[in-house]
């Protein structure tokens, strides 16, 4: 039900920014994560917002690389990755979930609605 783009091929120290729209509810009561799973690798949660109030979680593996955003109109949450490296190389999905408060997290257990995921390559 969440829909993600803008995954790539980009050389290190690109930037790559990726989308995740809702074409089929409104987001306005949901928070939003972005996760990876890099192959070989456990799925890691990367950077949440909370669509109403703004607040947002952003992982200390991705702290100044990676930032989160949203356009409440266009109901679709973006991730900018700047300096990416070839460790960055996974598959990036999003999920969102509902809440009641201005506060977010990037467990994925509580997420509820998935995207099929983005793909993307890191490499010289």
């Known amino acids: 039900q969440l829909v993600e783009s803008g995954g790539g091929s980009v050389q290190p120290g690109g930037s790559l920014r990726l989308s995740c729209a809702a074409p089929?509810?409104?987001?306005?009561?949901?928070?939003v994560a972005w996760f990876r799973q890099a192959p070989g690798k456990g799925r890691e949660g990367l950077l949440c917002i909370v669509l109403g109030g703004g607040a947002t979680f952003v992982a200390d593996a991705v702290k100044g690389r990676f930032t989160i955003s949203k356009s409440n109109a266009d109901n679709t949450v973006y991730l900018q990755m700047n300096n990416l490296k070839p460790e960055d190389t996974a598959l990036y999905s999003c999920?969102?979930?509902?809440?009641?408060?201005?506060?977010?997290?990037?467990?994925?257990?509580?997420?509820?609605?998935w995207g099929q995921g983005t793909q993307v390559s890191v490499s010289s």
């Open positions: 089929k509810f409104g987001l306005e009561y949901y928070a």
């Open positions: 999920a969102a979930t509902s809440i009641r408060h201005d506060e977010c997290n990037v467990r994925g257990a509580e997420y509820t609605y």
